[in-house]
């Protein structure tokens, strides 16, 4: 006789403001770099999905944007899109009006929400937390609430080991060699935007459009070639992202490489062309 195998499988949404870490978390969940993270905000732009496999379990996470929450158009994330669970990610006992309108919104439907409390390496002690844990059981009902580190990798399999137990039975939506719905082209602009970011002290990296040209990667030429398009709103942006004799381009050229290479795992070459638009 055959033997049955039951297979899992669903979809979690990781919604919380900017910054909390749900892009670190993310990456930490998947145990693959595909989102960028950085210490300043807004810096996920698109939804991002990685796909976890553990033998007959698949889950799909989708990082958000956090600041949709900031400009009212989390609700849109809902409209034709079923998720199973929401990862309602917070930073320690932090709470403003922008959970209060995460709360609003979550509670309309009825989704199983587990209640993320990030960055507790930084608290060192926990029993802080405790009036914040009423507050919050007070404010939503959720099914658990998990205390971790993203950054430190502190407690993370408790998360999945939560969400097994509510998977819904049902067969994998992805191959099992699936990592993430973003494209080589996608990647490659994240990694750009996050050496913009960084090398860029205000707010052109926001302003900043960055468009990578579809390319085939060739295992005839030793290198590949990559042509980049970043578009900006005024000369004055063009000369900043430029630098005193291209020396900002230049490293954002030299650091980007480096990434992708790794990446791609091949040798390029980038061209970065900025224009007006
Ligand atoms: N100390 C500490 N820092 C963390 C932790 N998790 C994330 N961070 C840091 O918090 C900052 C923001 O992390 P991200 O993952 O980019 O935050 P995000 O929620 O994705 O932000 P947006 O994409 O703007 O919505 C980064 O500097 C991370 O290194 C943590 O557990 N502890
Ligand atoms: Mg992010």
Same mark, same amino acid.
């Given at each position: 006789?055959?033997?049955?195998?039951?297979?899992?499988?669903?979809?979690?949404?990781?919604?919380?403001?900017? *910054?909390?870490?749900?892009?670190?978390?993310?990456?930490?969940?998947?145990?693959?770099?595909?989102?960028?993270?950085?210490?300043?905000?807004?810096?996920?732009? &698109?939804?991002?999905?990685?796909?976890? *496999?553990?033998?007959?379990?698949?889950?799909?996470? /989708?990082?958000?944007?956090?600041?949709?929450?900031?400009?009212?158009?989390?609700?849109?994330?809902? @409209?034709?899109?079923?998720?199973? @669970? @929401?990862?309602?990610?917070?930073?320690?006992?932090?709470?403003?009006?922008?959970?209060?309108?995460?709360?609003?919104?979550?509670? $309309?439907?009825? /989704?199983?929400? !587990?209640?993320?409390? *990030?960055? /507790?390496?930084?608290?060192? $002690?926990?029993?802080?937390?405790?009036?914040?844990?009423?507050? +919050?059981?007070?404010?939503?009902?959720?099914?658990?609430? =998990?205390?971790?580190?993203?950054? #430190?990798?502190?407690?993370?399999?408790?998360?999945?080991?939560?969400?097994?137990?509510?998977?819904? #039975?049902?067969?994998?939506?992805?191959?099992?060699?699936? !990592?993430? *719905?973003?494209?080589? %082209?996608?990647?490659?602009?994240?990694? +750009?935007?996050?050496?913009?970011?960084?090398?860029?002290?205000? %707010?052109?990296?926001?302003? +900043?459009?960055?468009?990578? %040209?579809?390319?085939? @990667?060739?295992?005839?030429?030793?290198?590949?070639? =990559?042509?980049?398009?970043?578009?900006?709103?005024?000369?004055?942006?063009?000369?900043?992202?430029?630098?005193?004799?291209?020396?900002?381009?230049?490293?954002?050229?030299?650091?980007?490489?480096?990434?992708? %290479? =790794? &990446?791609?795992?091949?040798?390029?070459?980038?061209? /970065?062309?900025?224009?007006?638009?």
């Amino acid at each position: 006789m055959d033997k049955i195998i039951s297979f899992y499988f669903g979809r979690v949404l990781i919604l919380g403001r900017t *910054n909390v870490g749900k892009s670190t978390l993310l990456n930490q969940l998947v145990e693959k770099k595909i989102a960028i993270t950085s210490h300043k905000i807004n810096t996920t732009y &698109f939804n991002i999905t990685g796909i976890y *496999n553990y033998n007959n379990y698949q889950i799909e996470y /989708i990082d958000t944007p956090g600041f949709i929450n900031k400009n009212n158009i989390t609700h849109n994330l809902f @409209i034709n899109k079923n998720f199973d @669970i @929401i990862l309602f990610v917070l930073d320690r006992n932090k709470w403003n009006d922008i959970e209060e309108k995460i709360i609003k919104i979550i509670n $309309n439907f009825s /989704i199983p929400i !587990i209640i993320i409390i *990030n960055k /507790i390496d930084k608290i060192s $002690n926990k029993t802080i937390l405790l009036p914040h844990i009423n507050f +919050i059981k007070n404010k939503i009902s959720f099914i658990d609430l =998990i205390m971790i580190s993203a950054k #430190n990798k502190l407690y993370i399999s408790n998360i999945h080991k939560i969400i097994f137990k509510i998977l819904p #039975n049902k067969y994998h939506f992805f191959p099992k060699n699936y !990592i993430t *719905n973003q494209t080589k %082209e996608l990647i490659i602009s994240e990694i +750009i935007r996050k050496y913009i970011l960084k090398y860029i002290h205000n %707010e052109i990296p926001y302003i +900043i459009k960055i468009k990578v %040209e579809p390319f085939i @990667i060739s295992s005839k030429t030793f290198t590949n070639n =990559i042509n980049i398009l970043l578009y900006v709103k005024k000369i004055s942006q063009k000369k900043i992202l430029i630098g005193k004799n291209a020396r900002i381009l230049k490293f954002i050229i030299s650091k980007s490489k480096n990434d992708i %290479e =790794i &990446f791609l795992n091949k040798q390029i070459s980038i061209k /970065i062309k900025i224009k007006l638009k």
